[in-house]
């Protein structure tokens, strides 16, 4: 027992007792040679191991002489490392006859490790592994796939649960030269985005017109990829927070784009397009109302390496509000609405906030609210208000407009008139309580009454006449700050005068803008497949762990050698199937190539990869399958069959000299061999010649699909050359050269106007205007014209002066009044013409002409509060326009219940309606009126011609008291309701504050606005 150990001995004989069992076996297979096979069991960084199977159970005397020889080479280090394993050294059993053995180094990208097993010194196997990356072979290789992925993420957090949705088909390319291979995707898909929480939802619903992703490796490590996806579609939020609030935006252009080059990690997000807004809210006696337009919706971001970069918010709408408590209502119509912000490198570089808003309200104390000593004789108090205009604005961070004007009246048991005017009247400087100095918005602000008579309600504290109250805030600029107040004054006549200052304490308080956070508005999407190391040659057997992905790791283990056609040629191929674990993240199965200098190469390929976490769920099925291979040839020069040129166009069918246009040249062929080396093309005209142009079919420089057969460049024509254009194309593959010409068209462009004006703004019909107008064109412009024939009009040809061309012309009659682009006909010295939009002028008209308004009766009585009279009148205006009448209308303002009186109703010559003669060009209307306070209101009058234009006249209608019970005090809560603007502002801002949902609820599912709707 020389040579062997005490230890090893006992081992030898425990494992020769282990045997005895299936001696006859052994005995039996004795006669049959030993052999085994090397397969790869590379499970992680750790664990560089290797399984030796033997054809049978190795005897006791085979196993003592067992030795397996490793040899590590590694690829960055001139250093070998040589380990040996032998029975009771390093040499692991899992059966009978299967055995493992792990070496101590780990294998990275490019090494080599020989693996020998000898018995009795006598080498029974061996085998080379070459560790690649998984699906790269090593060899030089241009290949294209097929692939169809789906991503399905589910997130939940204490907001709610976030579900993405990616679909996407398309095209893939790999092309591996020396130690850089390059990967491309180019296809189309969808993405679907529901974000969701107790207070609503955000739905992303995109279509994706382009898809595409990108990967560089160099010596197998990742230094390079994109990911980029464009498309149009809708983006719906519901949010019940205050109310159900729909706002649904039709996506023009949307890009979602992250990248990373040499560890640097962008993302760039954009998003453009229009919609709708609208809320219903319903409580317990009260609703509110809202309808608006979204006319700009921009949401841009640039982020890189977790820092926000650019962020660009650009929202312009227009909204309709109404709202009901009782008997109190409100109507407000914002005219604009507008919210702006640009930030650069966490700098604030553009600002501009707008709301521009008026409307009407009416508020009444309630019946029931009365207190107990009120007698019922009394009617109540009405206060009517219209709100002639509301805007604020700020612009670069600065507050620039502060603007309110309101006016009203007080009936009932009150009764009188009342008006609000706020406005900035002057900007300066001005100090502190300190004597700090600060530029700041004088607002004045005035509130007035005038109280004619008293009852009821608060008829205890000031008598009958007339209150003034006026203040002056002087507010800090800038809109980031806090307590902007640095001084207070008023002023106030009227029973109780008074008059003062005061400075409040810690005021202004300078903040500074926070810029918009780095974050990923469309949650932690990510797109991934297992990657790893694996060996060039993959045989049956062969067990590898590819964990070297971001998100995933999946254990593989080759099954069965098979066969694929692909270009005709049976090639041999590994199948493979994930081993099935506890800790699985999903399965996959598929097939690599096996032999030759594409071994490695992935053949196809099934997945559906699992990810669990605490919060997510994600899960990716992909199927994809090799399609052409390029090179290497797979073919000899004796089957290779030459390409056919199919077809040679332009895609935008024109081509213009003179730089008119770009345009992308397309040439179809067909190869049955899939071994096209590139396409040239040479575009000649004369003298001018675009020589030795290349084309592609990898989805680059505006080629629109990945090995489509359609090889695709960019033109332009610089020349003033037109005509026929000579095109020379060449078409290589690995064995020959096919080559053809081609005609196509360059036409010559007509010339480009450059400027025009004219010497006034307006003018009315068949009046004379004078024009000037300067262009260009390579072959030189031989005229312009003011061209009206198509618009009942004549030619007028312009005169030339100097570089530019000048002359009259004269308005037809026929021309519809309103802006008028006036179209020029340009024309070169070879003729090319075409009609382009010059100036634009507005073409004026004057509306129809009001004549004799009147009222029948002449007055009129104010009925009962909270009736209408029981009386008709009749309003009446004569109108006459030589265009024609196309409407009359009036608004009644006061005179008709909230806010009835606040649209335009239509007037009548048709004999009915309180109208007595039809067709006599006087127009009428009949309708009772509601209660308002002796004095007079204001209504007006519209007439319309056919062209659209209108003339408005305003008549004062006298109203006279019926019998009203009128008491000797005012009501102290009418003061103080209208010495506070604060009461008039919560009106407004409701609006705002309905915007503000909107906003945050963006921002909450992931929608950055900047600073807007922050606390």
């Known amino acids: 027992m020389k040579g062997i150990n005490k230890h090893k001995f006992a081992i030898l004989i425990t494992f020769c007792f282990i045997l005895s069992s299936t001696s006859p076996l052994v005995l039996a297979d004795e006669e049959t040679g030993l052999t085994s096979t090397i397969n790869s069991n590379w499970l992680g960084d750790e664990n560089h191991g290797y399984i030796i199977k033997f054809n049978r159970a190795p005897t006791a005397d085979e196993l003592g002489d067992l030795i397996v020889k490793t040899t590590h080479q590694f690829a960055n280090l001139e250093v070998t490392n040589q380990t040996?394993?032998?029975?009771?050294?390093?040499?692991?059993?899992?059966?009978?006859?299967?055995?493992?053995?792990?070496?101590?180094?780990?294998?990275?990208?490019?090494?080599?490790?020989?693996?020998?097993?000898?018995?009795?010194?006598?080498?029974?196997?061996?085998?080379?592994?070459?560790?690649?990356?998984?699906?790269?072979?090593?060899?030089?290789?241009?290949?294209?796939?097929?692939?169809?992925?789906?991503?399905?993420?589910?997130?939940?957090?204490?907001?709610?649960?976030?579900?993405?949705?990616?679909?996407?088909?398309?095209?893939?390319?790999?092309?591996?030269?020396?130690?850089?291979?390059?990967?491309?995707?180019?296809?189309?898909?969808?993405?679907?985005?529901?974000?969701?929480?107790?207070?609503?939802?955000?739905?992303?619903?995109?279509?994706?017109?382009?898809?595409?992703?990108?990967?560089?490796?160099?010596?197998?490590?990742?230094?390079?990829?994109?990911?980029?996806?464009?498309?149009?579609?809708?983006?719906?939020?519901?949010?019940?927070?205050?109310?159900?609030?729909?706002?649904?935006?039709?996506?023009?252009?949307?890009?979602?784009?992250?990248?990373?080059?040499?560890?640097?990690?962008?993302?760039?997000?954009?998003?453009?397009?229009?919609?709708?807004?609208?809320?219903?809210?319903?409580?317990?006696?009260?609703?509110?109302?809202?309808?608006?337009?979204?006319?700009?919706?921009?949401?841009?971001?640039?982020?890189?390496?977790?820092?926000?970069?650019?962020?660009y918010n650009d929202i312009i709408a227009t909204a309709q509000m109404e709202q009901h408590d009782g008997d109190n209502h409100i109507y407000l119509e914002v005219n604009e609405l507008r919210f702006f912000e640009s930030w650069i490198d966490g700098e604030r570089v553009g600002e501009h906030n707008l709301i521009s808003a008026e409307g009407t309200f009416d508020i009444s104390d309630k019946e029931d609210e009365r207190e107990d000593n009120e007698t019922e004789d009394n009617q109540g108090t009405v206060i009517n208000g219209t709100i002639v205009h509301f805007e604020t604005e700020s612009i670069d961070g600065m507050t620039t407009e502060d603007y309110m004007h309101v006016y009203g009246t007080i009936s009932g048991d009150t009764e009188g008139t009342w008006g609000l005017l706020r406005e900035i009247e002057d900007v300066g400087p001005s100090a502190n309580n300190t004597g700090e100095v600060f530029t700041v918005n004088v607002i004045h602000n005035q509130v007035w009454y005038n109280l004619t008579g008293a009852a009821g309600l608060f008829a205890e504290d000031i008598g009958v006449g007339q209150y003034h109250n006026q203040t002056w805030d002087y507010q800090a600029m800038p809109i980031d700050w806090k307590n902007k107040t640095i001084r207070y004054a008023w002023r106030t006549t009227g029973p109780s005068p008074s008059e003062g200052e005061e400075y409040p304490e810690r005021s202004p308080i300078q903040l500074e803008p926070n810029p918009p956070a780095a974050e990923s508005e469309l949650g932690n999407i990510t797109i991934g497949r297992e990657t790893g190391l694996a060996p060039e040659f993959l045989l049956p057997g062969d067990i590898v762990r590819l964990d070297q992905g971001d998100i995933f790791s999946l254990d593989i283990e080759a099954t069965e050698i098979g066969e694929i056609n692909r270009d005709g040629h049976i090639m041999p191929v590994t199948h493979w199937v994930s081993i099935d674990k506890?800790?699985?993240?999903?399965?996959?199965?598929?097939?690599?190539?096996?032999?030759?200098?594409?071994?490695?190469?992935?053949?196809?390929?099934?997945?559906?990869?699992?990810?669990?976490?605490?919060?997510?769920?994600?899960?990716?099925?992909?199927y994809q399958t090799l399609e052409r291979i390029l090179s290497p040839s797979i073919v000899t020069a004796e089957e290779n069959n030459l390409p056919d040129i199919l077809d040679v166009s332009f895609r935008e069918i024109v081509l213009q000299n003179d730089a008119g246009n770009e345009v992308h040249l397309e040439v179809r062929v067909e190869d049955l061999d899939w071994n096209i080396q590139f396409v040239k093309a040479s575009l000649s005209l004369g003298d001018v010649v675009l020589s030795n142009l290349e084309l592609n079919d990898r989805g680059l420089d505006g080629d629109l699909a990945i090995q489509d057969d359609v090889w695709t460049i960019p033109v332009v024509w610089d020349s003033s050359s037109h005509g026929e254009l000579i095109i020379d194309v060449e078409v290589s593959d690995l064995f020959g050269t096919v080559t053809e010409t081609w005609n196509l068209n360059v036409l010559n462009r007509a010339p480009i106007l450059i400027e025009s004006s004219l010497n006034t703004t307006q003018s009315s019909r068949l009046t004379s205007v004078g024009i000037s107008a300067k262009a260009s064109d390579a072959n030189g412009v031989a005229g312009i014209s003011v061209d009206l024939r198509l618009n009942g009009g004549e030619l007028f040809e312009l005169s030339k002066e100097s570089d530019s061309w000048a002359g009259e012309f004269i308005i037809p009659d026929t021309i519809i009044p309103g802006v008028f682009n006036i179209p020029l006909l340009l024309e070169d010295s070879d003729g090319a013409q075409v009609l382009v939009d010059g100036p634009s002028l507005l073409i004026t008209n004057e509306g129809p002409k009001l004549s004799n308004p009147q009222i029948s009766p002449e007055k009129i009585i104010a009925p009962e509060l909270g009736k209408m009279s029981e009386e008709f009148y009749i309003i009446s205006v004569e109108v006459e326009d030589s265009d024609g009448i196309n409407a009359v209308q009036i608004k009644f303002h006061e005179l008709l219940p909230a806010d009835e009186g606040e649209t335009w109703k239509l007037m009548f010559d048709d004999g009915t309606n309180g109208d007595l003669i039809a067709g006599d060009g006087i127009y009428s209307i009949s309708f009772q009126a509601r209660y308002i306070p002796a004095g007079f209101v204001e209504i007006e009058l519209r007439g319309l011609d056919v062209y659209g234009q209108g003339t408005i006249v305003k008549q004062n209608i006298i109203i006279e008291s019926g019998d009203t019970n009128i008491g000797a005090d005012p009501s102290k809560g009418i003061i103080e309701l209208l010495s506070n603007p604060i009461v008039i502002f919560s009106l407004l801002f409701a609006l705002v504050g309905i915007v503000i949902i909107v906003v945050v609820a963006l921002r909450k599912n992931g929608v950055s606005f900047g600073n807007f709707g922050d606390d």
Not at 222 to 237: A, D, I, K
Not at 593 to 616: Q, T
């Open 582 to 622: 506890s800790d699985s993240q999903g399965s996959a199965f598929g097939s690599v190539i096996n032999n030759g200098i594409l071994a490695g190469l992935l053949a196809e390929v099934s997945r559906e990869l699992v990810l669990d976490d605490e919060f997510s769920d994600v899960v990716f099925t992909e």
């Open 84 to 311: 040996n394993f032998s029975w009771g050294e390093g040499l692991g059993i899992l059966e009978i006859n299967e055995y493992s053995v792990n070496l101590p180094n780990q294998i990275s990208y490019g090494d080599q490790i020989d693996v020998e097993v000898y018995v009795n010194q006598t080498i029974i196997a061996s085998r080379t592994f070459k560790p690649v990356i998984w699906t790269q072979p090593i060899a030089d290789h241009e290949v294209t796939l097929s692939t169809n992925w789906e991503l399905n993420q589910l997130e939940s957090s204490v907001q709610g649960d976030d579900n993405y949705l990616l679909f996407f088909e398309g095209q893939g390319w790999q092309k591996r030269t020396g130690s850089v291979l390059v990967a491309n995707e180019l296809g189309n898909g969808t993405l679907v985005l529901n974000e969701s929480s107790d207070e609503g939802n955000v739905l992303f619903n995109l279509d994706l017109d382009s898809v595409w992703r990108n990967e560089t490796t160099i010596n197998g490590i990742l230094t390079e990829s994109e990911f980029e996806m464009r498309g149009n579609g809708t983006v719906s939020l519901y949010d019940n927070s205050e109310g159900d609030m729909y706002v649904n935006v039709t996506v023009l252009e949307a890009l979602i784009n992250r990248s990373m080059s040499s560890g640097i990690v962008s993302e760039e997000f954009s998003i453009n397009g229009y919609g709708e807004l609208n809320m219903n809210q319903e409580e317990e006696g009260s609703s509110t109302y809202l309808d608006g337009a979204i006319s700009l919706f921009k949401l841009e971001y640039y982020d890189v390496n977790g820092v926000r970069i650019n962020n």
